[in-house]
């Protein structure tokens, strides 16, 4: 009998366990019925898992819900929970990207980068249009340890149940940025007795929540190719608006840095993040459609934190540009390059913010590496690739010259490449917009 306690002992200490408690409730949740996936459907691939469940939360309980020694049950065996921490945080995430890749693509999903093979995934997941990842928001469970008749003796496993709730967020590899998110539940149970028991009701569990978001007609729609607001694709309208802008700058950039962050600003709208900057003193400024959306008006944040809001005036869906307008009067606006000519290996700099909007106002270096001409949104559209490191968050910002002359708007993004990236040459953004920019005024120091 010794040797038995010593063994629960060990078990306790290995998943945070210790007296019976109540179960812990949680909500039953049903299987969605699967939906037709149609050939509109864009090519994903499972991003990365993470957690937002703090160090020690108690996950599941060890209830005595067992009919005595002869069931599995707690017993007399001191157990009390489960805690998040130790072995669980180290591989609560192991298989998750085969039981996403298994999941989405049984049921129907075009999946890349399929983890059980051992070359070319890596190729494989460059074909991917959407990235998706998971992050676990809520997990309940119980358990019960497995002991032998009569004398109760630990058999060292435990079988039970998790309850998972995820949220799941998708990414747009072409745009760069998150474009939804979905929320999704599972329930996983595993009835035969398992040393690693709570490790695989985990996975259990998150396959359920996955193939709930497999049949989620939300999640469907983000992954779409024609996923694209219709209302967005109109062109701009047709009488051209002429402004008064900045006069080109002939000085190194670094004389008027600290200017130039001034006129680059942050945009929210809905659940996006994007970049944009102002092109005038009254407040006009650029960015990139896909930024703005189809929304009327978005948040501007300035480099000071203020946030106004400002209304979108003209967009394009083809050429990926908008213009929105501020009630705001922009001390030093951006001035644009009064040509736009660029040269293989001309030094560029890309204003933003990636990622997270902690990150305003960075800054990256980098040089012209080709002019391209690629197909997107159904034309054939000329950028500017460049080596200017850009990431979520930074579409819309301008790419300036070595002197802070706006060349053009940071836009895409090829592949999982960190510095292969395209910028809209800023003429091409005016001519969209059906805008003239005459260079007329002088920066106020």
Known sequence: MKSGIVRIVALAALLGLGACTPPMEFPEVAQRPPLEVGRDAGKIAFGRALSKIPLGTQVAAVPNIGGGPREWGCGQNRMTGVEWGGRMVATW?????EIFHDTMKAAGYDVVGDPTQLFEAGQDREGARYAVGARLVDLKGNFCE????????????LKGEFYLKVE???????ERRVTGSVVSEGVGRLQQPSAAAVERTLQLAFAAATANLAADPQFLALVSEDA?????????PGDTLALAGMRPL?????QSLEQLLDGVVTLFTGNAMGSGFFITADGYGLTNQHVVGTAETVTVRLRSGVEIEAKVLRRDYTRDVALFKAPVQVLRPLP????????????????????????QSSVTKGVVGAFRRFRFRGANQTYIQADAGIAGGNSGGPLVDARGNVVGLSDLGIGDAAHLNLFIPVAEALAALNLTVEPTLRWRD
Do not use: Q
């Not at 799941?168 to 072409?174: D, F």
């Not at 002939?250 to 670094?254: D, I, K």
């Not at 660029?342 to 990622?355: H, K, M, N, Q, S």
């Open 93 to 97: 995430t192991s298989g998750l990207g």
């Open 146 to 157: 497995v002991v032998t008749p009569l004398i109760a003796a630990s058999t060292n496993t």
């Open 168 to 174: 799941w967020e998708v990414y747009s590899l072409r």
């Open 228 to 236: 694209a607001p219709k209302a967005a694709k109109p062109r701009a």
């Open 250 to 254: 002939a000085r190194p950039l670094a």
């Open 336 to 359: 644009l390059a009064s040509d736009g000519k660029l040269a293989l290996l001309d030094e560029v700099f890309a204003i933003g913010t990636p990622a997270n909007p902690a990150m």
